[in-house]
């Protein structure tokens, strides 16, 4: 008699099918940043330009980013994301001070700060409460 197993049916493992593959998160943190334009984002995530699309396509039919045509000839477009999209930003939080504090202790990668000048310590919010947070 054979015994089929069943994975546990999770939230986690259903959000990791949208976002954990290579190159989604690192995607939607340029978008986080700002950075919209196709050709920006593989640059600054090194992805390829298939790869990259497949990905941005995923995000866009699971309601996470959108895409607006900004040039008609040739057609061209960029990447912004919903507000379901924007909640990923605070997991892109999450997993940076993980990595800051278990993967580069020492010198993290990334030091964040607000637009108003204030050093980003603890959460995303500006001291001032002008801020908006970027990394230098």
């Given at each position: ?78 990447y912004h994301l919903t507000p ?5 930003g605070d997991v892109l939080l ?20 607000h637009s108003c000048g204030e ?18």
């Amino acid at each position: 008699m054979s015994t089929s197993i069943q994975p546990r049916e999770c939230s986690i493992a259903d959000a990791l099918g949208l976002v954990g593959e290579r190159w989604t998160l690192q995607a939607v943190r340029e978008l986080t940043h700002g950075v919209h334009c196709f050709d920006r984002i593989v640059r600054n995530t090194g992805a390829s330009r298939d790869i990259l699309t497949a990905r941005l396509r995923k995000l866009e039919a699971a309601g996470a980013v959108r895409r607006e045509q900004y040039n008609v000839h040739p057609p061209r477009y960029e990447y912004h994301l919903t507000p379901a999209g924007g909640e990923l930003g605070d997991v892109l939080l999450t997993l940076m001070k993980w990595g800051d504090r278990h993967l580069n202790p020492e010198d993290p990668p990334v030091r964040w700060q607000h637009s108003c000048g204030e050093a980003a310590r603890k959460g995303a919010h500006s001291p001032t409460g002008r801020g908006v947070l970027t990394a230098e």
